[in-house]
């Protein structure tokens, strides 16, 4: 009887399998008017498609008159409306095409799912009326949103903290930054709200209180440096970055050398955004292969997806000289039988100046034989060489780095990590010489 199981499940895979084209025929049949319609217009021009008649509850119009003149269009495949069952995170490639510059590839995002954002009109309704459904438009000026009027001179960390994770423990100095460096006005450079419209300072503080991603991009340029997508512009609820390169995880499987190299420079942004000339500490609070890209061109890894990312002032977190602020504090590993998964507290990451955070989420989520991804363990650094796997100080520095038997040990196994990755890149480069 057995012998016969592996039989039964291959008719029982190719049934589904038939189901499953069946199933994408008839989906195409009834959206085969709107198929056609959508490679014969261009939706991003569409005012409603982009939800441009919700402002000023959306991200920004800086990129309007780009997507009204036709200058960014949806690739190929993002152009099939029926397909958007699959895009759950509504991410999308563009092209967009400057006279001079020509055309290049983009990415185009909504910032949260079509359940969130509709979530995000309900919220907005509930602040200002106490009912789910509303006139969006005449409800924006009855919130917080619209009360913290041009006669307040700056943005206070008192008013908006806890809003997000990028204003969980917000500085002055931080939120200054932010207002100076926000780019869906004309009149960027001043941290002054006065400075702002009407509208653009409720799409600014829409935009800190729903998704602060865009912020975070333009806070943190990746023209300065930073290891971010660059932002671009938006218009309505859809914001535009640079297309940086295939997902971290499409290099799971990449050659030894190539593997090392990224684990190495995912080494670096985590001392990078920990350790800075800026003192503020940016601690990635979701880590996972698909946050990440690779160029390429340059092979660089970049931060794609900056959502869950906390800033802690420490020149502030020194002044104020909160309980044991000096103390290191040190992340707790703990297993999880979900993907992805990371243990923290918020309020120490908030009210400490030495933490190991961001060196335990890459270590644990991303390098060591404890991440897990899309059915897979071992991480990016799996199956080494068997001169290196028989040394074994790889895997007691990844071991040391995620789940640490010293006390203060991932702060020692972090550096070394790194120097010992550097030392591996360096020699596979001058072997390929």
């Known amino acids: 009887m057995l012998r016969f199981l592996p039989l039964k ?35 991003l021009m569409d005012r409603r498609f982009i939800n441009l008649n919700k402002c000023p509850a959306c991200f920004g119009t800086s990129w309007c008159r780009k997507f009204m003149n036709g200058q960014v269009s949806f690739e190929t495949w993002g152009r099939l409306r029926f397909l958007d069952v699959f895009n759950v995170k509504n991410v999308f490639f563009a092209q967009y095409g400057e006279p001079r510059e020509g055309t290049r590839r983009v990415v185009l995002k909504r910032l949260g799912s079509n ?45 908006v903290e806890g809003w997000s994770d990028l204003v969980h423990c ?18 960027s450079g001043s941290f002054l709200l006065k400075n702002l419209k009407d509208t653009e300072r409720m799409q600014l503080l829409m935009t800190l209180a729903f998704n602060p991603e865009p912020l975070v991009l333009q806070s943190f340029p990746s023209d300065e440096g930073w290891p971010f997508a660059k932002y671009l512009g938006a218009c309505g609820r859809v914001v535009a970055v640079n297309y940086v390169g295939d997902e971290l995880w499409s290099f799971y499987n990449a050659p030894w050398e190539k593997r090392v190299d990224l684990a190495r420079q995912l080494m670096d942004i985590a001392e990078q955004l920990t350790n800075n000339d800026f003192d503020f500490a940016l601690y990635l609070l979701d880590v996972s292969f698909d946050n990440f890209a690779v160029g390429p061109r340059d092979g660089k890894v970049i931060v794609v997806d900056a959502e869950n990312v906390l800033v802690a002032d420490k020149r502030l977190i020194k002044q ?4 044991n602020y000096d103390v290191w504090y040190e992340s707790r590993f703990e297993e999880c039988d979900r993907e992805a998964c990371l243990s923290f507290s918020k309020d120490s990451l908030c009210s400490r100046v030495t933490v190991d955070h961001n060196y335990y989420a890459v270590c644990q989520n991303l390098l060591s034989r404890y991440a897990t991804w899309r059915g897979t363990t071992g991480g990016l650094l799996h199956d080494p060489p068997a001169h290196i796997a028989k040394d074994g100080q790889l895997e007691a520095l990844l071991d040391e780095c995620t789940k640490p038997k010293k006390h203060y040990g991932r702060f020692q196994a972090a550096k070394e990590l790194r120097d010992y990755l550097t030392h591996l890149a360096a020699a596979s480069s001058a072997t390929a010489r």
């Open 9 to 43: 499940l291959g008719r029982l895979y190719r049934c589904l399998k038939l189901l499953l084209v069946v199933g994408l025929f008839v989906i195409l049949l009834m959206n085969t008017h709107n198929l056609f319609a959508s490679f014969q217009k261009n939706e």
């Open 115 to 159: 359940q969130e954002l509709a979530e995000i009109d309900q919220k907005i309704c509930k602040r200002a009326t106490g009912r789910p459904r509303c006139d969006l438009i005449q409800a924006m000026y009855k919130t917080e949103f619209a009360r913290i009027n041009g006669d307040v001179r700056l943005l206070t960390p008192e008013v």
């Open 170 to 187: 917000p500085s002055q100095r931080l939120l200054d930054r932010v207002v100076r460096r926000y780019a869906e006005t004309k009149d």
């Open 320 to 323: 104020n000289k909160p309980e």
